[in-house]
């Protein structure tokens, strides 16, 4: 039994470098991506991401397909539980706060202004109600209010309630399925935070909306976006939307619903018995195997051939944060399918940028 609970417990610890290397064999551009941040080079002429058109929503989902008003509703009510989704129910409109996040869902209709500059404004258009004497809300849609650093990279969103002061604007764009809006400021590039405060809670965040979903991202940064493409293209079948806008004027798109910030369960957390429920990390690691090693050309192939070995570049400390049980870990991650470099303070720097290389190299295919 204590045999059983230590490989779990390694199999856990091994999660994050997993992720790592199926994102390190299987996604060049991402490779391609950190190396120029090491460098503190961007260049945005590497990914298009273009504004939203009209008739992407009728063109991506049929009548099949598309969300009625209702069956959005019902979906939107399961990310609240409590005193929030009675709120939501009520007003049209539910908040909840935790010391990690703030996320709001509304189940009516939104205007969204998307402009060329970070501030984003939510109007509601759906007859929702905030509370009394209140005439707007703002929140931080990245789940990490206990790191005022990060909070700062954060800009706020706002919701804005209609009033004789507040007019509502005219919609440009109209789309049939509803938008979820969060932050790639914050911590965002830095790859623990990346997985612990965007990606797994997105996951859990659009499990009852994916693929019919619009990503609005705000504090936008193209190279994160084309790092994680996979990841974001399995979650909506739509392009995403950016904010700033990447248009010379913004334009305000009209959603039938929409959430805005992120659920989040804790440290890289998947927390069955909290809303929306039945996630389990198990669930993430099999939208991970989905998503990066989906074929479209062979979607039976979900997972990689003994050619696409994944490379793990484990690295070995010894004055501080090191392993007390390296050999168990590479031993383990061996048997679960890894070809595993470990690389000590007296391994040649030649060599290891050799493996780096021989990683990028393996990963165009």
């Known amino acids: 039994m204590a045999t059983n609970a230590k490989n779990l417990a390694l199999v856990a610890f091994l999660l994050i470098p997993l992720i790592y290397s199926f994102m390190l064999r299987f996604d060049a551009a991402s490779i391609r991506s950190w190396d120029l941040q090491l460098r503190e080079i961007q260049s945005d002429d590497n990914v298009s991401i273009e504004q939203s058109k009209k008739q992407d929503d009728h063109r991506l989902l049929n009548k099949e397909n598309a969300m009625d008003a209702e069956s959005i509703r019902l979906k939107l009510q399961q990310l609240l539980r409590g005193k929030s989704q009675e709120d939501l129910l009520q007003n049209g409109i539910g908040c909840i706060s935790t010391s990690y996040s703030d996320m709001c869902v509304t189940t009516s209709t939104v205007a969204i202004h998307i402009t060329t500059s970070n501030t984003t404004d939510i109007y509601l258009t759906g007859g929702q109600r905030l509370p009394a004497d209140t005439n707007n809300i703002s929140i931080l849609p990245y789940p990490r209010k206990i790191d005022a650093p990060a909070m700062i990279r954060t800009s706020p969103v706002n919701f804005l309630q209609a009033n004789s002061t507040t007019l509502l604007p005219a919609c440009d764009i109209s789309h049939v399925v509803p938008a979820i809006v969060f932050s ?8 623990f935070h990346d997985i612990n405060d965007l990606l797994i809670p997105l996951f859990i965040t659009s499990s009852i909306l994916r693929p019919n979903v619009r990503l609005i991202l705000t504090d936008y940064e193209s190279w994160w976006a084309q790092k994680y493409q996979r990841m974001l293209s399995a979650i909506s079948l739509y392009d995403m939307i950016s904010v700033p806008s990447n248009g010379v004027t913004g334009k305000v798109h009209c959603f039938p619903g929409a959430v805005v910030g992120l659920t989040y369960h804790g440290h890289l957390g998947c927390n069955n018995t909290e809303a929306p429920g ?34 793990m570049v484990l690295i070995s400390r010894r004055k501080s944060r090191m392993l007390l049980n390296e050999e168990e870990v590479i031993n383990l991650a061996k048997e679960v399918g890894f070809r595993v470099e470990v690389a000590t303070p007296k391994l040649n720097l030649t060599r290891f940028r050799g493996t780096l290389e021989t990683a990028m190299r393996l990963a165009d295919f």
């Open 184 to 191: 790639t400021g914050g911590f965002a590039g830095n790859f």
């Open 278 to 311: 039945n996630l389990t990390t198990i669930d993430f690691l099999h939208f991970l195997h989905s998503s990066l090693f989906h074929k479209a050309n062979d979607p039976a192939k979900t997972g990689p051939t003994q050619k696409d070995q994944p490379l």
